[in-house]
T-cell receptor, first 112, second 114 residues
Framework: KQEVTQIPAALSVPEGENLVLNCSFT??????LQWFRQDPGKGLTSLLL?????REQTSGRLNASLDKSSGRSTLYIAASQPGDSATYLC???????????FGKGTLLTVNP | KAGVTQTPRYLIKTRGQQVTLSCSPI?????VSWYQQTPGQGLQFLFE???????NKGNFPGRFSGRQFSNSRSEMNVSTLELGDSALYLC?????????????FGPGTRLLVL
């Protein structure tokens, strides 16, 4: 059974700092890995999707890496801003379906 | 393109009642998935529908059921509500083009069971 762990559970940083969020998964037989953002009381917004054959994806100040063999992914946020404050969720899909298995998220607070 | 819409946004029910939640996917998307989010368990997969057929089901009791209509809209039903069913229920849609696509999530329906 796939399990996804995110560390740390919460993170508070000053504005402008670069930061890294971590995600690990137990079964390396995945099709892809996604990072989502969730604002309080809202749905999920997809940030980056990495196919199992890829090593990283970039979008603006965000960079996500994937090491499938070790079951790890990182989300790097450059020059953090208060608007980046949210919960960041990592999810993997695997097997013959598109079921996503989620981690419990990292609550990020960027202080002005 | 309009995003995924879910109705109602908030719902209060009492134990033993039943509830029906609705999800309208993005136009052209034929796959709809449902997830339950609670503070303790996080996000958990409920089921996925494609072309009116349930393709996958998570580890939830039979009180949780769903269906999909010919226009791809989906409904989720929970019967005999329990306090532990209080959660944010999220719906997600995607086109079927293999596994390269992300899922697009709606804003969710927050259910409170008293």
């Amino acid at each position: 059974k796939q399990e996804v762990t995110q560390i740390p559970a919460a993170l508070s940083v000053p504005e402008g700092e670069n930061l890294v969020l971590n995600c690990s998964f137990t079964d390396s037989a995945i099709y892809n890995l996604q990072w989502f953002r969730q604002d309080p009381g809202k749905g999920l917004t997809s940030l980056l999707l990495i196919q199992s054959s890829q090593r990283e994806q970039t979008s603006g100040r965000l960079n996500a890496s994937l090491d499938k063999s070790s079951g790890r992914s990182t989300l790097y946020i450059a020059a953090s801003q208060p608007g980046d404050s949210a919960t960041y969720l990592c999810a993997v899909s695997g097997g013959s379906n598109y079921k996503l298995t989620f981690g419990k998220g990292t609550l990020l607070t960027v202080n002005p | 393109k309009a995003g995924v819409t879910q109705t109602p946004r908030y719902l209060i029910k009492t134990r033993g009642q039943q509830v029906t939640l609705s999800c309208s996917p993005i136009s052209g998307h034929r796959s709809v998935s449902w997830y339950q989010q609670t503070p303790g368990q996080g996000l958990q997969f409920l089921f996925e529908y494609f072309s009116e057929t349930q393709r996958n089901k998570g580890n939830f009791p039979g009180r949780f059921s769903g269906r999909q209509f010919s226009n791809s809209r989906s409904e989720m039903n929970v019967s005999t509500l329990e306090l532990g069913d209080s959660a944010l229920y999220l719906c997600a849609s995607r086109q079927i083009r293999g596994l390269r696509e992300t899922q697009y999530f709606g804003p969710g329906t927050r259910l409170l069971v008293l």
